[in-house]
């Protein structure tokens, strides 16, 4: 402030006319950014200051610079560093203090600091620097007082725009929790429009840049359901299936470990090769990952990413693992589904095959077929066959599948030997199975 200075019945009252009005500003700011913006700007004007800093303590270890007036040229990264200790002592004894300096030279050549703590109903939330040097000004115990009664302001000011944030984003989290339930309800037999719900309902309330589901299948995974920037992706309908290497992606460690992966700064630590294509690509900064468990195993991951860094709160984190719960409970609910219905399909299949045979008591041939077809339907093969064996000849008296597999039956009948599964399977007299026509253990002949 000034150094001439009015009476003090007259600056008291001008000081108490000047604190409302400002409380009435600080009151039409909407949100907390705005709101410490706001303060910042108060306090040097209500002060005269040239330097001022709001910072949030949220911890002892923390100082989160919210806003800051500063003369041209002047960071208050630099700044910080140099008063945090007296910020650290404000925050610890929630007290505030007025200091000049350096000491042994003329007042003008002094600089005044002033810091108060901005202490709340649960604590202190941080503190307010602000200084002049001594050609402008010199701040004293009056100016010590004005800013502590406006530190308090500002404390109360952010601890409701606080509760108010927190009751409508409980509110609006109450309201997709119901959402994505009805969807559940509404979607027993199929989990992904679970999914889309989940993962809009995810970049909507955490402020995201997209959301996904990654669904694991077998040693690899692939994504299922992406919502980015307030709208759904639509994915081919074969994604590419990337198999689990914890040293080559984030997701694979979720799927191996089962645990939640928290990384706000995807730029402070060595990323792995195939999240250095993520950051170039899509400027994802940080991310959530969190595993959806059956069983105690990893079946998917629900991923939210953010383009800038972003330390996940502890209320962030816990959306995330409701959000991933009902996840779970749309892929329990669709696997329950599909066993049943497995079940049901496999005891019609065998209902309609000891029909036939019943029907056919001198007839086989109605039989291989009914299995054939049985087979087909409920193992969505290309192809099914029947091979019967005698003495060292092996025939294919039933075949059925997409066209161009009847050719196989010109193959038959044919020697037995273990350069067909079929044959392998007689000779070995054990079921084998092979991962594909590809698979080098697959023998020569059905490649």
Avoid at 52 to 62: E, H, W
Avoid at 337 to 355: G, H, M, S, V, Y
């Amino acid at each position: 402030m000034p150094v001439d200075k009015p009476g003090h019945s007259v600056r008291e009252r001008r000081s108490v006319e000047r604190l409302t009005r400002i409380q009435q500003r600080l009151g039409r700011e909407r949100t907390e950014p705005a709101l410490c913006r706001a303060v910042a700007r108060e306090v040097a004007d209500l002060l005269g200051a040239q330097r001022v800093l709001l910072v949030l303590q949220p911890d002892v270890t923390t100082n989160d610079i919210a806003a800051a007036r500063l003369p041209r040229g002047e960071r208050s990264d630099a700044l910080l560093p140099l008063v945090a200790p007296w910020l650290e002592e404000a925050r610890r004894s929630a007290a505030g203090r007025l200091r000049h300096g350096p000491d042994g030279v003329a007042a003008v050549e002094q600089r005044s600091c002033l810091v108060v703590p901005m202490q709340a109903s649960d604590g202190v939330l941080g503190s307010i620097y602000a200084d002049v040097e001594g050609p402008l000004g010199r701040f004293d115990d009056d100016d010590h007082h004005l800013l502590a009664l406006l530190a308090g302001q500002a404390a109360i000011a952010i601890e409701n725009r606080r509760w108010a944030r927190e009751a409508r984003l409980a509110r609006q989290r109450q309201s997709a929790t119901a959402d994505i339930l009805q969807v559940i309800s509404a979607s027993p037999t199929a989990a992904l429009p679970v999914f889309e719900a989940i993962t809009a309902a995810a970049v909507r309330l955490l402020a995201a840049s997209n959301a996904s589901v990654l669904l694991r299948q077998g040693d690899g995974f692939s994504m299922v359901a992406m919502h980015r920037d307030d709208r759904a992706v639509t994915l081919p309908a074969q994604t590419t299936l990337r198999r689990i290497d914890p040293e080559a992606n984030f997701p694979s460690r979720v799927f191996a470990s089962g645990e939640p992966l928290h990384v706000p700064d995807w730029s402070a630590i060595e990323l792995p090769p195939d999240e250095h294509v993520v950051y170039r690509n899509y400027a994802i900064r940080s991310s959530l990952m969190m595993p959806l468990l059956r069983d105690g195993a990893c079946i998917a991951v629900l991923v939210v990413a953010h383009v800038q860094t972003h330390a996940f709160d502890a209320s962030e984190i816990a959306l995330v693992r409701a959000f991933a719960d009902q996840a779970s409970i749309a892929i329990e609910n669709t696997h329950q589904f599909n066993e049943t219905q497995e079940a049901l399909e496999r005891q019609t299949a065998t209902a309609e095959i000891l029909r036939v045979i019943s029907s056919s008591p001198t007839d086989v041939q109605p039989v291989f077929d009914a299995i054939v077809a049985s087979l087909l339907r409920l193992f969505k093969t290309e192809f099914a066959a029947v091979q019967l064996l005698g003495g060292d000849t092996v025939s294919m008296p039933a075949l059925g599948g997409k066209p161009g597999f009847e050719r196989l039956a010109e193959r038959f009948p044919r020697p037995l030997g273990v350069d067909t599964i079929g044959g392998l399977a007689m000779v070995s007299r054990r079921t084998r199975q092979f991962a594909s026509q590809d698979d080098p253990a697959t023998p020569p002949g059905t490649q």
